[in-house]
């Protein structure tokens, strides 16, 4: 392959990277490595920064090239401002202290503690059901759940737009899967009849999220369900960005829709509201339970969390379902609306429906969002820009995550700086 241009740098997508002909391993990927190599050079990489402080508000975030941000930080995803909250600082140290850095290794061998225990009851609670299992992580949960349930002759129905990590569960199942149009339920029902026609013996699985966060969008969760429950089949909702961060009491778009406790399967994640990493299933079926802690490949074969990231969650936890919580997701919705409406107001198009931490600004033009984004990161705003393959190649765009404790002057700021960024860009 010869070597980028400087178009190739602004325009082209990593997608054609993605099937590499060759004998040799260690070499194919050369080509990919120079045009990664080169928008680095060029300034258009905004991917692997690091991150040099908490995950305050203003924090700082430095590219795999040296360029460092330091500002207003609408890149981090704890949405209640709880990383800093000094009871769960105070439950992490009692962890490590307590129970020590390490787990014996996966939940089946001994991987467990009484924290694990308590978080699993504690999100049991709050999300009005049975029977709670721990992941590794919130990617680990949608795949493990969905390829330890489902099998060769199953039928899987994903929403177009679901998340990576229940998209390859599903290839991984063996099941039959098919894809519906984003959040439209008269085609879940048109593809539940159609399987339903011919296969009555079959078990068949809707999987959508509670708020997709790259559109900050949710489907109409309580006819979604109505839909399956007429056709036998059963529901999965991943609430990784929506529990605890929405909803009156924190039960996210399911207690929104009035139907917290009766979804099949909810999976979600640690890595937003609760300040840590893992993930969780919670299912009212105790033999589903059951089967995913065996045969849910990462749960069984992979580490368990750590005692002072189940203590984290588990403290998180307290918070989110408290008067506190209540507070801090007041704070954080008035943020997004604070954001949504300048953005707005400055001629940007705001992406979604649904108020929630996440405030997608939608760009287009791959060109125009990669210049945009090496402007804002100088400019001292910490924002990620999501391209393909996480989003369409004309659907660029930026993806700012609202915390509780961003003060209106952050906002203005971000507001602002993206402005003048996207406007730069889309002169040049
Ligand atoms: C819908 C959804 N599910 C799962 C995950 C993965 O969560 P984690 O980063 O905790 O593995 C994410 C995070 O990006 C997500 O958006």
Not at 39 to 55: I, K
């Amino acid at each position: 392959m010869p070597l980028p241009t400087a178009d190739d740098t602004l325009r082209k997508d990593i997608m054609r990277f993605r099937t590499p002909s060759g004998a040799d391993l260690t070499t194919r990927n050369d080509p990919y490595l120079a045009w990664q190599r080169a928008r680095e050079q060029a300034g258009l990489w905004p991917y692997f920064r690091s991150y040099a402080t908490p995950l305050t508000p203003h924090a700082t975030a430095v590219s795999d090239t040296g360029v460092t941000t330091a500002g207003p930080n609408f890149g981090g995803q704890d949405y209640l401002s709880l990383t800093g909250h000094p009871e769960i600082l105070e439950a992490a140290h009692k962890a490590l202290y307590t129970y020590g850095p390490l787990t014996a290794g996966s939940p089946a061998l001994g991987g467990g503690n009484p924290l694990s225990k308590a978080l699993e009851a504690g999100l049991a609670e709050a999300l009005r059901t049975d029977h709670v299992m721990l992941f590794p992580t919130g990617w680990a949960s949608g795949f493990g759940t969905i390829r330890a349930l489902m099998h060769k002759g199953d039928h899987i129905l994903l929403d177009k737009l679901s998340h990576d990590s229940l998209r390859q569960g599903a290839a991984a199942s063996g099941a039959t899967v098919e894809f519906f149009r984003h959040l439209d339920n008269e085609a879940v029902r048109r593809h539940l009849a159609k399987i339903r026609a011919t296969d009555t013996a079959r078990a068949v699985l809707v999987v959508t999220e509670g708020v997709f966060s790259m559109d900050s969008d949710t489907p109409d969760l309580a006819e979604l369900l109505a839909l399956c429950r007429e056709f036998g089949a059963q529901l999965l909702v991943d609430v990784a960005h929506d529990f605890g961060a929405m909803g009156e009491r924190g039960g996210g778009q399911l207690e929104a829709h009035g139907i917290l406790g009766e979804v099949d399967f909810v999976v979600g994640a640690f890595s937003k509201t609760f300040a840590s990493t893992g993930g969780f299933l919670a299912t009212r079926s105790s033999s589903a339970r059951e089967y995913v802690r065996m045969f849910g490949g990462p749960q069984t074969f992979s580490s368990a969390i750590t005692p002072v990231q189940t203590a984290v969650a588990l403290a998180a936890l307290s918070v989110v379902t408290s008067e506190e919580g209540a507070r801090r997701r007041t704070a954080v919705r008035a943020n997004a609306v604070r954001l949504r409406d300048g953005l707005t107001g400055r001629g940007l198009e705001v992406m979604g429906d649904v108020v929630c931490p996440v405030v997608p600004v939608l760009i287009g033009d791959t060109a125009t969002g990669r210049t945009a984004s090496g402007l804002i990161a100088r400019a001292g705003l910490i924002a990620h820009l999501v391209e393909q393959p996480a989003v369409a190649s004309d659907a660029a765009r930026f993806r700012l995550q609202v915390m509780a404790e961003h003060t209106a002057g952050d906002i203005d700021a971000a507001v602002g700086i993206l402005d003048a960024c996207i406007g730069e860009a889309r002169r040049r």
